[in-house]
């Protein structure tokens, strides 16, 4: 039991220190460096904490779950700033909340694949099996910034202040497959670059029909056929005004 | 101590802003979903049924060959109540025009038409400003502040289409409650002070689909982007004096408005003579003293500025220069 709370403590404290290693990494440039708060120096301390405590299978396990809020809150922001296609589809209050939820859900999943995809891309590209729960970790932490989505609400300047997020979530992703892995540059760039080019070839290709469930789904959750974009459901809803 | 309280307030404001800021397309997002009750969206899709049954009724009724819809600026408050000097120019332009009828009773920054001191939640609030307002005081920036939202909402890709159905629903039933006689083709000039010129661009194609009738845009100092409803012009005139700094806002900060877009829509139909930018002088400024609507400040001739707006204004109603092109090119083309 003893052990078990120490346990959870360690990892309770390494997400405290997570966290702070992302604020670093993030506002680097703003940050004074100081001998224990350059990222280097972070990650070194976040290494010897979280080392040892990763050999153990259930920790990963654990560790995988305590990014889930991250990603819930980020997943929240990022379907609050798209909930304009909601509206546009004429939703119902009730099914807008299980289609936030949905979307929700749609974007952990995404997170996934992009962790795969570095998984997959450093295996065959690179040759190096990476640990996934270090990939899990360096992805989760650069969905930090997407907790801000919910910015791109503002109307007009909002399209940039996502666009700028995005961005900004793509560099640090890059920046911490640097700073975890050691890898060059390049190469970290890459492998987060794949990521977003191996989404879009899964969704073209085997993802089809997965996408089309998950649409059925959707069409399902909102009562009526969904569509994904503003224009289309807006056309959608002149169209059915003349029909009637 | 002092920076202490100044941070806090300069925090305090910055968090109302951006609450204000994420707050602001909701209201035209809830209309079109049909959440706000009677008032829906989905209704206003048979806004084109009713016209059709109007047609009967009111065709042959109507002497005006023209009517005229006036959308105020960023400081209105409803559709009722305008600043002393937009009223003196309403009242005075409805005199100076031949056949055609004024419609003054819109307030463009609510897809409802509803004022800002009518249902509202923060009614009591805007009462509060209105107040002040008229007592001199520095609150109606709050409304301003407001109303550029509501322009930014309808400059936004995402909320313009939406925000555009509720204005032209609003104007439609503007018109239909002045006798607009719908169906007989009599066009309808949209005049667009400030804000209101993004508001009336924004509105141009659903109107025209639903009226079926030319439309025209005069803007008065507007502040525009480069809006696709805009495709739906009969012509532009957008009037603007040189030292008028918020009208410059709009190719500022709008993209579709840099010359660099040379495909954006504002320039095309700029190249294709749609638009034609009505110099108003030297220095003529937006508002206040030394604006259009200033009646103290004179011309060198002694013409006061409020007298030259009305006069251009005016003529550029009974007598649409573009009109005259059409002509001159429509017998060249046969």
Known sequence: MTSEFLRLMRILVLICTLFLLTMVVIAQTDVPATPTLTPEAAIEEFREVFDPVAQDDSVKYVLSIAFLPILILAGLSDAAAQSVVLFANRVKPARFALLIFVNVL???FGYFVWVFSIWVYMKVFVEVELALPYIIIAVGLAYLPLMFSFLSIIPYFGNYIYSGLLIFS???IAQNMQLFFELPTTQAYMSALFGLVFTQVLRL???????????????????????????????????????? | MVIDILDLIFTLVLVALVFAALTSPF?????????????TGEEDDEIEEEVEVLDDQTAEITPYKQFVVYLTGIAGISGEEYLPEERAFLDTLKE???NAYLVDDIYPYSVTNQALTGQRVLSGFWKWVARKKLEGGRAGMLVNLRNVLQVLVSADSRYGPMFSYGTA?????ALNRHGY??????PVTLIGYSGGGQMSISSIKPLTVAIRAPVRVISLGGVMSSARSLNAVEHLYHLCGDKDGVQRIGPILFPGRWKVARFSVWNRLKRARMITIV?????????????????????????TYFDFTVAKVSSLINDPPHLKNMLQIEPEAS
């Not at chain 1, 089809?208 to 459901?233: N, Y």
């Open chain 1, 106 to 108: 749609t974007f952990i």
């Open chain 1, 170 to 172: 793509f560099l640090v």
């Open chain 1, 205 to 244: 290709t085997v993802g089809r029909p997965i996408i089309f469930i998950f649409q059925k789904f959707r069409d399902l959750v909102a009562g009526t056929r969904f569509e994904s974009s503003v224009e289309r459901a807006l056309s959608r809803a002149q169209k059915t005004s003349q029909e009637n």
């Open chain 2, 27 to 39: 209201e035209s997002l809830s209309w079109w979903a049909g959440w706000m009750g009677d008032e």
């Open chain 2, 96 to 98: 100076k025009l031949d």
């Open chain 2, 169 to 173: 629903s609003i104007i439609i039933k």
């Open chain 2, 181 to 186: 006689p719908f169906g007989s083709g009599i």
């Open chain 2, 279 to 303: 110099p108003m002088g030297e220095t003529v400024g937006h508002n206040g003293a030394g604006g259009y609507l200033d009646d103290q400040t004179t011309f060198p001739d002694g013409v």
